[in-house]
Structure formats: structure tokens, C-alpha cells
């Protein structure tokens, strides 16, 4: 039966377990970058494009299908095929891995120098085939917890997976440093491969224990052509995005090379942006990806029995909650956040950019709901296109500016903030003509903007007092939290959004304006 609050209840606990991951993925990325150092950090972050694109030729796709006939069949009352659509998708991941772990063990020399540009990545590339595999049958697993609307197991284990990958990874570089820079990127990625095992493991095991049983059982035909027209638009979307996005990664050094740089200079900068600030700003997303991971289900259930309204009205709901905590979240890091990143990872430039950056985080952040909604609704072809739009203009605009001299990475700056939006505007408006959205400005942008706005320039003018006073840092930064908060649900609770129905705690019918869920 559909309960309503069950997307809030899912969506808090994986935004927990996920603050939890994050801030320990975030610990996690400063002791490495102080173990292996900016350029390592940068290799790391070349091999991990190929990593995103073997993954999206194998497993997003399926990931997809999993997550959303599971939900789909038990919503029909039939257990065995939601069991049945697992099995054959983690069939199917193997299939579809094997030529390509080929390919890339065969041809890491090639790819590696004429590639990614840095024959250093070589090793780093040979580890990755197994710590792909393990990664689809851990992402299939998860997605066929959250079809079924239990999100605890995965949940947990996101969280068990990140403390295994801290250890695995560090471990080993402690035991085995010093290496030269391509053997520091093989023990990354070994580390990777060790937790892949662990999780996979875990949710294999977790999931055979829960599993459902009953209900008629899927031809074998219609299931592949079911799955089929899930997986493949989401995948192929998945692969010229995650190919437009590498070549973007690639080109990047590549560009700064041609502008002036040294190629060392180069690849420490790219991986001070991508291995340090964006992950900084990455932080206050748990809630984004826990959000999604809970709502597609819930909207594919909905589209499955024809509740428009229920679509429409949860779409609207997301997009409130995605701000009301994105928009507060970039502010505080645009403020605080340069120094931060110079303090925790000891890298002068890792401030940089923060202002704009936090920019496209916010905009991905909407972006991710509408597209996850277009999905859930049963509209992947409309989120295939207007990601492959948006991703296209990024590529070309990064081609075309990060080599200027004198523009360096303020061109992929401008590049991201431009197709974050081009691709926001883009799922709403195809979201707006599939379900019947109307959009809701005030609530969705200008309530929260307005309000945090407000805290992040009370914030800036605190924080210099409060230095100017002499506290110490971590005094000053946790005044300006607290300050900060509290000045921002007042300016909500003033503009009519209060903290209590924002939570979903008012009673019904006593804030139907202000309701989250």
C-alpha cells in the first residue's frame, strides 16, 4: 500500500547515512591528498572518467530497470517478477562488461598515453575492470532494495563502504608509499577494488535474506523487452554524457597546457579543482542523491497507476526540499568555504572558484530532481536528450576557452554554470509537458534565495568581525553555523515557509501551502 510518509521516512534516513558517507568520504579525500599530493590527485581523477564510462556502458542502465520494475511489480502484487528482473540484470551486467574489460586490459597502453594523456594512468587502468564488475552487482542489489521500498540495507551499507574504502585505501598507501605517481594510482584504485568486494558482498547476502517470493513470474521476452525500454535510453544517456563529460575532464589539462601551463602545473590544478573544491561542495548533496534514490521509485509506482496528481504534487515537494537545503548549504561555502579548503587540504588554490562553483552545484542539484523525476514518470527518452543537450554545450564550451591565455579554468566554470542551467530549464519544461507541472517560483527559488542570501551576507559580515576579535577558527566557524541557521529559518518562517511544515509536522489541512511531503 502507498504510504506518503514512507518517502520522507526513506529519504531521511539515507540523507543521514549519506551525511555520514559524506563527511567521511570528505575526511577521507583530505588525508589521501595529503598522502599522495595534488598531481597524484590528478591522475586519480583522469582514470576515474573511464571508470564513469564502463560503468555507464554496463550498469547504469540496469540499475535503472532494477529500480524501477521492482517497484512496479510489487506494486502489482508480483513478487516473483520483481525477483526475476534482478537476476536477469545481473546477467545481463556480465555480458555486457566482458568486451570492454577486454578492450581496456588489451589496450591501457594506447589509451592511457593517447587518451588521457599521461602514461602514468596505465596501472590505475588495469585495476578497474574487476572494481567495475564489483560496483554494478553492489549498484543492482542497492536499486533492488530501493524498488522495493526498503532503503535500510543500502543505507547501511553505503556507510560500511566508505569506512572500508578509508581503511583499504590508506592502508595501503602507508604500507607501500613512497611510489612513483602511477603506482600511488594503482594503490588507489586496488584499495577501491577491496571495498567493492565488501559491499557486494554485504547487499548479496542482505538481499537473499529478504527477498520476496509469490506472484506469476515474467516471459522471458517481454521482461528483456521491459528492461530494454528502461536501461537503454538511461544508458545511452548515461554513456554520451559520461563520454562528453570525460572528454571534458581530459581535455582539461590538456587546454591549460596549451594556454602556458607545465603539464605537472596542469594536472595539479585540475586536481585541486576536481579532486578537492568540487568534492568540498559535493558535502551538502547527501540529501539530493538520497532523495532521488527514494522519489523514482515512488514516481514509477504513481505513473503505474495513472496518479498524475501524486506525481505532480511530489515533483513539487522535491524541488521545495532541494532548496530549501541546496540554497543555504552553497551560501555557508561560498563564505566559509575558501578558507576551509586552504585549512583542511594545505593547498593554496583549493578556494578558488568556490563562489561560482557552488553556482553549478546548486543548479545540478535541480537539475538531478527534474531529471529523476522525468525518469520515474516514464520519460526517459525527454532526460536522455536535455542531458546530451546540456552536456554537449559543456564540452564545447570548455574546448573552447580553458586553452585561452590569461582564462584557464574560469572557461569550465562558465562552461558548467551554463549547462547546469541550459539543462535545468530543459527537464522542466519537458517535466511541465509530460505531467502537468506548474512551476512554483516563489517557493522553489525566491523564498529560500532570498532568505539565504541574507544568512551568507550576515555570515561574511560576522565571520570578519569575529576574526577581527581574535576567535579561533573553529569557534568563529561554528558562531557563524549556529548564527546562520537561525537567521535563515526566521527569513523562511517570514516569508510563510516555516521549519515545522518543512519537515512535515504540521497536522494536515493546518499548512497546506507550506507542506513538504
Not at 564502463?54 to 502484487?77: F, P
Amino acid at each position: 500500500m502507498w504510504d506518503p510518509t514512507s518517502v520522507r521516512r526513506g529519504t531521511l534516513l539515507l540523507t543521514a547515512s549519506g551525511l555520514v558517507n559524506q563527511l567521511l568520504g570528505f575526511v577521507y579525500r583530505i588525508l589521501l591528498s595529503r598522502l599522495v599530493g595534488a598531481e597524484v590527485m590528478g591522475l586519480y581523477q583522469l582514470v576515474m572518467p573511464v571508470f564513469s564510462v564502463l560503468l555507464s556502458v554496463t550498469a547504469v542502465g540496469l540499475t535503472a530497470a532494477v529500480a524501477n520494475l521492482t517497484a512496479q511489480y510489487r506494486a502489482l502484487g508480483r513478487e516473483g517478477a520483481a525477483e526475476q528482473v534482478l537476476r536477469r540484470c545481473l546477467v545481463l551486467l556480465v555480458c555486457l562488461l566482458a568486451l570492454p574489460a577486454l578492450a581496456l586490459v588489451l589496450l591501457s597502453d594506447p589509451i592511457s598515453v593517447y587518451i588521457l594523456g599521461d602514461a602514468r594512468t596505465r596501472l590505475g587502468l588495469l585495476l578497474l575492470p574487476p572494481c567495475v564488475l564489483l560496483t554494478g552487482v553492489e549498484n543492482l542489489h542497492k536499486h533492488a532494495f530501493y524498488g522495493a521500498g526498503l532503503v535500510r540495507p543500502p543505507a547501511l551499507s553505503e556507510v560500511l563502504e566508505q569506512v572500508v574504502r578509508t581503511a583499504a585505501v590508506l592502508g595501503l598507501l602507508l604500507l607501500f608509499l613512497p611510489q612513483s605517481p602511477e603506482g600511488a594510482v594503482g594503490l588507489i584504485v586496488a584499495g577501491m577494488v577491496i571495498c567493492e568486494v565488501c559491499s557486494a558482498c554485504t547487499l548479496t547476502l542482505l538481499w537473499r535474506r529478504r527477498r520476496g517470493r509469490g506472484g506469476s513470474l515474467e516471459p522471458g521476452k517481454v521482461l528483456d523487452r521491459r528492461i530494454a525500454q528502461v536501461a537503454l535510453p538511461v544508458a545511452c544517456t548515461a554513456l554520451l554524457g559520461n563520454l562528453m563529460g570525460s572528454a571534458c575532464a581530459i581535455l582539461i589539462p590538456q587546454k591549460l597546457v596549451e594556454g602556458g601551463m607545465e603539464v605537472s602545473q596542469a594536472v595539479s590544478a585540475f586536481g585541486v579543482m576536481f579532486g578537492m573544491s568540487l568534492p568540498m561542495l559535493g558535502l551538502p548533496t547527501a540529501f539530493i542523491s538520497a532523495l532521488g534514490l527514494v522519489l523514482m521509485p515512488r514516481l514509477a509506482q504513481q505513473a503505474a497507476l495513472g496518479r498524475w496528481g501524486e506525481v505532480r504534487r511530489l515533483t513539487s515537494s522535491a524541488m521545495l526540499a532541494a532548496s530549501v537545503l541546496m540554497l543555504p548549504a552553497m551560501a555557508l561555502m561560498a563564505v566559509l568555504g575558501p578558507e576551509l579548503a586552504v585549512r583542511f587540504f594545505r593547498e593554496p588554490s583549493a578556494g578558488d572558484y568556490l563562489l561560482p562553483l557552488a553556482g553549478t552545484v546548486v543548479l545540478s542539484c535541480w537539475r538531478s530532481v527534474l531529471a529523476c523525476a522525468l525518469n520515474g514518470a516514464g520519460r526517459q527518452a525527454a532526460a536522455a536528450r536535455n542531458a546530451l543537450i546540456a552536456g554537449a554545450v559543456e564540452l564545447a564550451v570548455t574546448a573552447l576557452t580553458v586553452g585561452l591565455p590569461g582564462v584557464g579554468l574560469k572557461g569550465y566554470v562558465a562552461a558548467a554554470l551554463l549547462s547546469e542551467g541550459l539543462g535545468v530549464g530543459l527537464n522542466l519544461l519537458s517535466l511541465c509537458r509530460a505531467s502537468g507541472l506548474r512551476p512554483d517560483p516563489f517557493r522553489w527559488v525566491a523564498a529560500p534565495g532570498l532568505a539565504a542570501l541574507l544568512m551568507g551576507l550576515d555570515v561574511n559580515l560576522l565571520s570578519r568581525v569575529l576574526q577581527d576579535q581574535g576567535l579561533s577558527p573553529a569557534g568563529r566557524w561554528a558562531v557563524c553555523l549556529l548564527f546562520g541557521l537561525i537567521l535563515y529559518l526566521a527569513a523562511l518562517s517570514a516569508m510563510g515557509l516555516s521549519p515545522r511544515s518543512l519537515l512535515g509536522l504540521e497536522k494536515k489541512g493546518v499548512c497546506r501551502r507550506g507542506k513538504m511531503w
